[in-house]
């Protein structure tokens, strides 16, 4: 009897549609998986923002994309004071400040800057998590309650007709831009087994007709690269919801063969080359041997910076230094 060679259901990816280089951005949006891809974006040498931090309904991802695109400000009303803080509706708790100016300081400045960096050349990559959305009583749709009392909110699912919509009305003026969904494999438990799967499905709905509607709209499949091909909790954190980082890095390397283009590839195997000789732990190191390692890998990096234009090598280079002045 033949033996199969895989004990698994692989996930088929659809032929590129784009090839992605390191001349390319990244503008990134979402939950925290998009966090870690992020992560490995920068580990490559590829150039990316993450603006307005973890996020995980579409309307408020789609709120800011839209705020970068017409480089519009916040105001006193965007802010909330909790626990001695201050918070914008729109953002993740990272953003905080004891200064209400500070703060709008700070996230306007961000969005100014995002206007003017993001260019043709940029690929927004956009990780959906629910489709459950938070509305305060005075506010409106939230991003985060930032710890607000509960009694001061509703509850309720988004309707796929107004999420379509307002989609389709934002990745219009973004034909010059590759823009690539995921769904988070991070599932919501707080609202229940049947509830998240229903909230998953409508985002998946949303992101299969705006694929069948624009050009420039792609689908990266992790969630069904999650839930299928690493269908084993020892795949999972111990919260059991999120994924290892055996199964981040699983994912990765099929984003990796799926978007990027052979030359790209190459240059990603240069990087971590260097990464790895970074990482290195000398057995002598003053030797004359270990100097001229260190050398030789600055010369890496110089040379590889030409290959990956977005990154800056600044901070490599340096530690690079001081490991060979050390050294002298």
Wanted: one cysteine or more; hydrophobic letters at 35%; proline letters at 3%.
């Amino acid at each position: 009897m033949k033996m199969p060679q895989l004990f698994r259901k692989e996930i088929s990816l659809k032929p590129k549609r784009i090839k992605i280089n390191h001349s390319n951005d990244f503008l990134l949006l979402g939950s925290c998986f998009t966090q870690n891809i992020r992560k490995h974006l920068s580990f490559n040498g590829f150039g990316n923002y993450y603006p307005f931090g973890t996020l995980y309904n579409p309307t408020t991802i789609l709120n800011n994309l839209n705020i970068i695109i017409e480089n519009q400000q916040f105001n006193n009303n965007d802010i909330i004071k909790s626990n001695g803080l201050f918070y914008c509706w729109n953002h993740s708790g990272l953003y905080s400040s004891k200064s209400e100016n500070e703060l709008l300081d700070e996230i306007n400045l961000e969005v100014s800057k995002l206007n003017n960096q993001i260019s043709e050349n940029t690929v927004v990559i956009i990780t959906l998590g629910t489709s459950f959305v938070y509305e305060h009583i005075s506010y409106g749709l939230v991003g985060n309650c930032h710890k607000i009392s509960g009694s001061e909110f509703s509850k309720r699912f988004l309707q796929f007709d107004e999420m379509l919509s307002s989609w389709k009305e934002v990745i219009s003026r973004l034909k010059s831009k590759h823009v690539i969904f995921t769904v988070s494999p991070v599932r919501h438990w707080s609202d229940g087994a049947v509830q998240n799967n229903r909230s998953k499905s409508l985002l998946h709905l949303l992101v299969g007709e705006l694929e069948d509607s624009f050009e420039n709209v792609s689908y990266f499949p992790s969630y069904e690269i999650m839930m299928d091909e690493l269908r084993d909790y020892r795949f999972y954190k111990k919260d059991m919801l999120h994924p290892s980082d055996e199964a981040v890095e699983f994912i990765w390397n099929k984003f990796k063969a799926y978007c990027f283009s052979n030359d790209s590839i190459q240059t990603i195997d240069l990087v971590q080359d260097i990464r790895k000789s970074m990482a290195h732990v000398p057995f002598n190191p003053t030797s004359k041997q270990h100097i001229i390692f260190l050398e030789n890998l600055l010369d890496k990096i110089k040379d590889v910076i030409d290959k990956t234009p977005n990154y800056n090598w600044d901070l490599e280079i340096e530690e690079v230094k001081k490991m060979i002045a050390a050294a002298n």
